[in-house]
């Protein structure tokens, strides 16, 4: 009970989880084992996967993962029905270099055939000796992967890739490629009834591998096996996953049904998952194969098989054919993009790069009339992630937005020059395979350092006219608060002025005892300043001289202006000791009363 309250509470956590992947979401084989390092956490049927740690295994994670010696692909526990605990298969290929069954499509580099541990050399495509009817004399221009090399091919329809390993045609040995597979073909192993869980075994009068799969899937089964050219079997799995399976090279018989397909070997059964060639389905993984129905037969007529493919919300689904083969244009292939709400038939003329849904689901469909049929098609999707624009200094970008094989090509601002290459390819990763630089030309260099040069010149000039322009202002309002102090030379002598406030008075020569009690005959109040004081009596001591030598010039004036400087001084004199708001003296016609005239 405790153990399923755990498991109960961990699938609750995991409500909601979705597909993580990497680009290269594929599987191997190394030293008869399964190898996945992917991050693939869903099963074929999309349920989320438990983590290793809630059954009793040591990672800390979810991924999907092939443990044991024995396992024939990826898997991971899932929760049936919230309490029954299973194993579960991912959709997760083989990382393949070959999508037929028969590695025709192979264009790898090996040249070693197998031959029972002997270590043997493939001999040159070019070489036409000892009645070799395979060549390059025969397949020109690279036809069918032929061309001046040794590489191991398949052109003439053979169970597998070879090879010539000596100089007569007799020499020719198979080449086993372990990662040579068709996406849905598990490899080849010795039959060995207690090795195997089988559900169903069926012979075959007229075998065929699509025959045997689509009777294994009405089986409900995972694997559907071929072997001696007419026996199907229908396989749940290796009754022991502990025990290693050991791949063999003799799986070339052909099927009774059709000879250019092989059905196992005597004691061998070829192996293949019973989701290739099937009508329609769900996919989970980041990198899948679709195949026609019926796949390696011809596609029936009058059929509509549909499929979903799905892969993580930061990626984008592209799309490529590995093989098609559909003559008539009333059978197609589309795909319908939920995000734009449109359908695209898909033909390889017009997929060179890819055809990329910008969406991370896609709905692939195939129609087939009543009239004709053909060999049928296999698709490659993947999901890929979409290029940023590159941040080139001093460069620029043909666009904005990238998706994997679109080429951007680059330019650089004047004075600038490209080194590197002129476009690049976006990948799968949401990279750019190389970026070129911009590097300055060697005569901008010098034009730049001449144009600094002047800027700071002119820079310099500027600062130079603002200090002379701000040191005249202040010359100038030095002068200004001097004259404003009532300081003020002139021609070499100190002038001061002195301010004298005026007070209102009867008359010009009549000062009252109180301004305020003598108005004006009229009503207006005459002002006049008081009883000036000596202004010798007051000058500083340094400044007497000068004041007495202005004194001096003004006496020197004309004799009226001496006779009224003399009577102003006898006046002074006399009332010397008279108060002195009258301390000065009066003109003639004073106490002549004061008349209103205008």
Known sequence: ???????????????????????????????????????????????????????????????????????LKPWCYVLVGGKSLVEAQCDVQHCTECYTLTGSDYRGN??????????????????????????????????????????CRNPDGRSTPWCYTGQSAGNALGCHIKNCKAPGYLGCYNLRYNMWTIMRHQPFASLTIPSCL???????????????????????????????????????????????????????????????????????????????????????????????????????????????????????????????DSGVVLKPQDMKDGYVVES??????????????????????????QCTEPNIPHGMTSATFFLPGHKASFRCQYGFTRVGPRTATCQDNGEFDQLPKCVPNKGTVVTTI??????????????????????LILCKQKKERERNCGDERRNGELVVYETVPMTPTKSHFYVPSSPEANPTSNGHTTFHPPKRENIYDSVPEVQYATVNKRRQSEQDGDDNDKQGNQKHDLNKNEDAGMNDTHDYAEPPDAGRPETNDN
Not at 310 to 331: A, S
């Open 450 to 471: 001449v144009l600094i040069l002047i800027v700071a010149l002119s820079i310099a000039v500027l600062l130079i006219v603002v200090l002379l322009v701000l040191v």
């Open 214 to 340: 689509d009777f294994c899937r009405r089986q409900g089964v995972q694997y559907g096996g071929v072997s001696q050219g007419t026996q199907c079997y229908c396989i749940v799995g290796p009754k022991n996953a502990q025990r290693i399976l050991r791949e063999v090279n003799d799986c070339g018989t052909p099927c009774s049904g059709d000879n250019r397909q092989f059905c196992g070997g005597q004691s061998s059964m070829a192996l293949f998952d019973v989701k290739m060639g099937r009508c329609g389905g769900y996919l989970y993984s980041t990198r899948g194969t679709v195949y026609s129905p019926n796949w390696p037969d011809p596609f029936p007529t009058s059929n509509t098989c549909s499929w979903t493919v799905t892969v993580p919300e930061d990626k984008f689904i592209r799309l490529r054919f590995k093989y098609y083969d559909i003559p008539d244009k009333n059978d197609y292939v589309s795909v319908w993009n939920n995000e734009t």
């Open 1 to 71: 009970m405790e153990e399923t309250g755990f498991v109960l509470g961990l699938l609750v956590a995991l409500v909601g989880v979705r597909v993580r992947a990497q680009i290269e979401e594929c599987y191997t084989r190394a030293d008869d084992r399964v190898v996945y390092e992917g991050r693939v956490n869903v099963s074929e049927f999309g349920d989320p996967c438990l983590h290793w740690s809630a059954t009793g295994g040591e990672p800390v994670h979810n991924y999907c993962r092939a443990p044991r010696v024995g396992d």
């Open 110 to 151: 090996q040249s070693e055939p197998y031959s029972a541990g002997v270590r043997t050399a493939c001999m040159s495509w070019a070489d036409t000796g000892g009645g070799k009817q395979v060549s390059t004399a025969r397949y020109p221009g690279g036809a069918q992967g032929i061309g001046e090399h040794n590489y």
């Open 360 to 385: 991370n689901t896609a709905h692939l469909y195939f129609s087939s009339d009543p009239y004709g049929s053909g060999g049928g098609f296999s698709l490659l999707y993947e999901a890929v992630k």
